[in-house]
């Protein structure tokens, strides 16, 4: 009777844990109802969290202490809840270089549609999903148009994780359900409920292309009310869920650790107290000109050119791009930078070989020598088809469109340079061009 007793007692501290002001605070800024912190799995998860895997997650604030007060301060600055700041810490643990079996990539996990759509840069020379301010600024964009979509932000969560479509189908499917639950024995007879799940089955069958009436519906079922514990509900004998495994578990999982971060004997456990204080900047944005070395920075700068590169993810390779970009440096070093800095170094640019290539070839055609190919890349015995190699240049490249009225003649005498190197430079075969056809003009750095 007394370890009975004592088991009850060890339940109720453990479940009183998570009911607070502040957590209750959590769950009314994402639209959930209190009564939602009764659902047993939410609780599981948290004392998994905060009694297994403490000094994991305080791990994982430790390491992510240079951009944490970042992501803090571009959350405060925007109108979205602060516990969104446990996105990010669900989605990627707060590493930038994180990546996915279905190519997301970085701090929120952005996959490369979604990115190029909130303004992140993807290209041969940079990824911009693991720039954390650039990526937190578009994940912020990304969940107000989720949320101005669904109108929670608990549906807004969730649709960051599994689409738009997704949601929209479980919000669809628990409504009519609803609905029918409310008819009693006549549902099984009612035209309109048989007709809302014929427009549910023909979208499960083809997807995008009859997503537009089960998009109407959802906006014709605005008036039926539903919340979150009615989409995690489990529906016994059907394979198809309301929502995923997976989205069930995450959005438990973002509320956990937002719970986490809301208790005060976890934070003074370590710097993550950054969480709760002021916003420090660590990192500067500073531009630097096309293909500035990594190398010549940190050495000017008297820093690390492991932790500038660390700082530095968005960037591929260890120059900058060949166009005026950015890199971020110690804020404490930012006056000295701007005091003193000058470019310097060669324009680096990245070729990928080409069947018939041969060293001597690739450097007649960018006018440098076959030694300079060399020292930039570790090069085995034989050149192969698609390798990346890096070429240091005099000289960088801008693009220009054919017009209607030009030759290479007068495209040569424009920019300033022979018409023989616009022609080998752009591998053409003979002085045809065509409108509209893109260019390489070489520019004298």
């Not at 840069?121 to 999903?129: G, S």
């Not at 110690?330 to 290539?357: E, I, Q």
Request: charged share 30%; net charge positive; hydrophobic share 40%.
């Amino acid at each position: 009777m007394k370890k009975i007793v004592i088991f009850i007692f060890s339940f109720y501290l453990l479940f009183a844990d998570i009911v607070n002001k502040n957590n209750l605070d959590v769950l009314k800024s994402l639209d959930i109802d209190e009564n939602f912190l009764f659902y047993k799995p939410l609780e599981k998860k948290y004392n998994e969290y905060y009694y297994r895997k403490k000094h994991y997650f305080l791990n994982v604030l430790e390491n992510g202490f240079e951009f944490l007060p970042i992501i803090k301060k571009s959350i405060l600055k925007s109108d979205i809840p602060k516990s969104l700041i446990s996105v990010a810490l669900a989605e990627s643990y707060l590493t930038l270089n994180a990546k996915s079996n279905k190519k997301a990539i970085g701090l929120w996990q952005f996959m490369p549609q979604t990115a190029k759509i909130f303004g992140l840069r993807i290209d041969e020379y940079v990824d911009e999903r693991r720039d954390a301010i650039k990526s937190t600024n578009a994940a912020i964009k990304y969940l107000k148009y989720l949320h101005d979509f669904f109108g929670k932000w608990y549906l807004a969560i969730m649709a960051y994780n599994a689409g738009e479509a997704r949601i929209v189908e479980a919000v669809v499917r628990a409504k009519v359900d609803l609905l029918c639950k409310s008819l009693g024995k006549k549902c099984k007879y009612n035209k309109k409920i048989q007709t809302y799940r014929k427009i549910i089955r023909d979208y499960q069958r083809e997807g995008r292309r009859k997503f537009a009436p089960l998009y109407k519906l959802y906006k014709k079922l605005s008036y039926v009310n539903i919340d979150l514990e009615d989409l995690l509900r489990f529906q016994k004998g059907l394979k198809r869920q309301y929502l995923p495994k997976e989205t069930r578990d995450y959005i438990l999982k973002v509320l956990a650790l937002s719970f986490l971060l809301n208790n005060d004997e976890f934070i003074k456990y370590s710097n993550a107290y950054i969480l709760n204080s002021g916003v420090t900047p660590e990192l500067a944005k500073v531009y630097v000109p096309a293909g500035t070395s990594l190398y010549y920075v940190a050495k000017f700068l008297h820093i690390s050119y492991k932790k500038l590169r660390e700082n530095n993810l968005q960037l591929k390779y260890a120059f900058t791009p060949p166009y005026r970009y950015y890199i971020y440096i110690p804020y404490k070093k930012l006056a000295f930078f701007k005091s003193h800095f000058k470019a310097k170094g060669r324009f680096l640019y990245v070729y990928r070989v080409r069947k018939g290539d041969t060293l001597l070839k690739i450097a007649k055609m960018y006018g440098i020598k076959v030694r300079m190919i060399k020292d930039y890349n570790r090069l085995g015995k034989f050149l192969r088809v698609n390798q990346k190699l890096i070429i240091p240049l005099n000289e960088r490249f801008v693009k220009y469109k054919v017009k209607p009225g030009d030759t290479l003649n007068k495209i040569a005498l424009r920019f300033g340079v022979s018409y023989k190197k616009i022609k080998r430079i752009n591998r053409l075969k003979n002085n045809i061009i065509v409108v509209g056809q893109i260019l390489k003009i070489p520019q004298k750095l």
